[in-house]
Every structure is written in structure tokens, then in C-alpha cells.
């Protein structure tokens, strides 16, 4: 018994047309071919800016640069000072070194090496004044708290660089903590931007 095979007839179809129909297969997720196309995936998503944080005497600050421009080498460091206990406040970034009659110790971040302060250090939250017993003069605070303070930075090249962290927290029922003076915490400058350096 003779088997019949069947044979394909070839059918014309429009340049036009061909092509609207690839067009509409790829439109709709099916590939010419019949396969499926591969995943795009999703974009890439900017990294994170660069982020340190450390614990000392009753206060966690967490330092971050945002805003890097490297062709200008300018950018802003924040930092935040949360106290953790409840209650207790930080000292003015304009209080003295040494604080009021001995008092206190400022709010302070400093920059060294391959970094520089680009303008003065600022903070989000309004000062106030308390009394304490024993002082003479007001001294300067920020609201219970945690506290947001900003500097912005400038970079003279590639290279090593040091953020200097000062604070004092202290409670008007609890009493002060041991005051930090020039904590390190180290960076590295690139030409992609400041990084903190993992210790």
C-alpha cells in the first residue's frame, strides 16, 4: 500500500504584512521563532550612598554621603545622633569646646586627609536653652532625641580621609554619659566619590 505524504503549498504573503505580524509577536511577548524571548530582567538600581555606623557611651550615629559630584569632588556628609535611651538630649554644634563653665560637650563632625569641610556643620533640629544647677549661663541643646546634622564636603583628590565624631548626651532626670571626643571613622576618596572603609 502506497503511503501519501503531504507537501507544504507555500503561501505569498505581503512585505508589509510580514513584518506587522513579526511585529505583533514581539509586541506580545512571542518570539518569531516561536520560542519565548528571553527575560529582560530589571534595571540596574543605583546603589545605595555609602553608609557607617557605630555605638558609643549611649548614643548610635549613623554617617552617609548623598548628593557626590564627582566632576566638582563636592558632596554632603550626614550624620545622626540617636540617643538610646529615652530622655536624653545632645549639646548644641555651637556650644565651646570645653562647654559652658565646663558643661557639655559640642556636636561635632570634623573632616581630615583627602576631605574638607565645604561650609559650616548645621543641624535640623532648633536649639533651645536649659538651666543647670551650678551654672551660671544657659547651655545650648538640641530637643530629646535623635539629631540630624549636615556638612558639606569638598575632595582635593584621591586618597585616605578621617570623619571626627564629638558628642555628649545627657538627661535632666538620669545625668550626662561619658562624652566622645574625635571618634574615627575612615574613609576612602576615589574618583567615583567618598566610601567608608569596613574596619
Known amino acids: 500500500m502506497r503511503r501519501r505524504v503531504r507537501t507544504a503549498v507555500p503561501v505569498a504573503v505581503p512585505v508589509g504584512v510580514g513584518l506587522s505580524v513579526a511585529a505583533a509577536l514581539l509586541l506580545t511577548g512571542i518570539?518569531?521563532?516561536g520560542s519565548a524571548p528571553a527575560a529582560a530582567g530589571p534595571p540596574p538600581a543605583a546603589g545605595p550612598p555609602p553608609t557607617a555606623r557605630f555605638s558609643e557611651n549611649g548614643v548610635t550615629v549613623t554617617l552617609s554621603v548623598s548628593g557626590w559630584q564627582a566632576a566638582k569632588g563636592t558632596g554632603?556628609?550626614?550624620?545622626?545622633?540617636a540617643?538610646?535611651?529615652?530622655?536624653?538630649?545632645?549639646?548644641?554644634?555651637a556650644l565651646p569646646p570645653a562647654g559652658v563653665e565646663g558643661v557639655g560637650r559640642p556636636t561635632a563632625v570634623t573632616v581630615t586627609g583627602t576631605l574638607a569641610a565645604d561650609g559650616p556643620l548645621?543641624?535640623?533640629?532648633?536649639?533651645?536653652?536649659?538651666?543647670?544647677?551650678g551654672v551660671g549661663a544657659p547651655v545650648p541643646v538640641y530637643p530629646d532625641g535623635p539629631v540630624t546634622?549636615?556638612?558639606p564636603l569638598r575632595a582635593s583628590g584621591s586618597g585616605s580621609a578621617t570623619v571626627l565624631i564629638?558628642?555628649?548626651?545627657?538627661?535632666?532626670?538620669?545625668?550626662?554619659?561619658?562624652?566622645v571626643s574625635d571618634h574615627p571613622v575612615r574613609m576612602r576618596v576615589t574618583s567615583e566619590g567618598p566610601a567608608f572603609v569596613t574596619p
Open 31 to 33: 518570539a518569531t521563532d
Open 76 to 81: 554632603t556628609l550626614t550624620a545622626v545622633f
Open 83 to 93: 540617643p538610646e535611651t529615652a530622655g536624653f538630649h545632645l549639646y548644641s554644634t
Open 122 to 133: 548645621t543641624a535640623a533640629q532648633a536649639e533651645r536653652t536649659v538651666r543647670l544647677p
Open 149 to 151: 546634622t549636615t556638612l
Open 166 to 179: 564629638g558628642y555628649a548626651s545627657c538627661s535632666t532626670r538620669d545625668g550626662c554619659t561619658i562624652p
